[in-house]
């Protein structure tokens, strides 16, 4: 079982940026297809972005497309999403997961990082 690390969250104001990183506890992310997921009050947990075990490829959320950028850390344990111009409707809980691509469905879920954007 991987157990996930989400960390960098905060408060920042709308057109800020925030880093948010995910790091494995013992193991390394660099076999596994990566993604972060979001979710704010009231609403179902969301895909945001996700990456393959190499890094050639990525995925976005439209909401996102532009704005933010999936990576794999220098470290091959870490998954980091930079997250620029951002929106009051970026505020959410942010998670990242082990992530079936083709689905966009995640699994062993990290306990999430907040991310608060005030306009």
């Known amino acids: 079982q991987v157990q996930l690390v989400e960390s960098g969250g905060g408060l920042v104001q709308a057109g800020g940026s925030l880093r948010l990183s995910c790091a494995a506890s013992?193991?390394?992310?660099?076999?596994?297809?990566m993604g972060w997921f979001r979710q704010a009050p009231g609403k179902e947990r969301e895909f945001v972005a996700a990456?393959?075990?190499?890094?050639?490829?990525?995925y976005y959320a439209d909401p996102v497309k532009g704005r933010f950028t999936i990576s794999r850390g220098n470290a091959k344990n870490t998954v980091v999403l930079q997250m620029n111009s951002l929106k009051p409707e970026d505020t959410a809980v942010y998670y990242c997961?082990?992530?079936?691509?083709?689905?966009?469905?995640?699994?062993?879920w990290g306990q999430g990082t907040q991310v608060t954007v005030s306009s």
């Open positions: 997961a082990i992530t079936i691509i083709p689905s966009r469905q995640g699994r062993s």
């Open positions: 990456i393959n075990w190499s890094g050639a490829n990525t």
């Open positions: 013992g193991r390394t992310l660099s076999n596994y297809d």
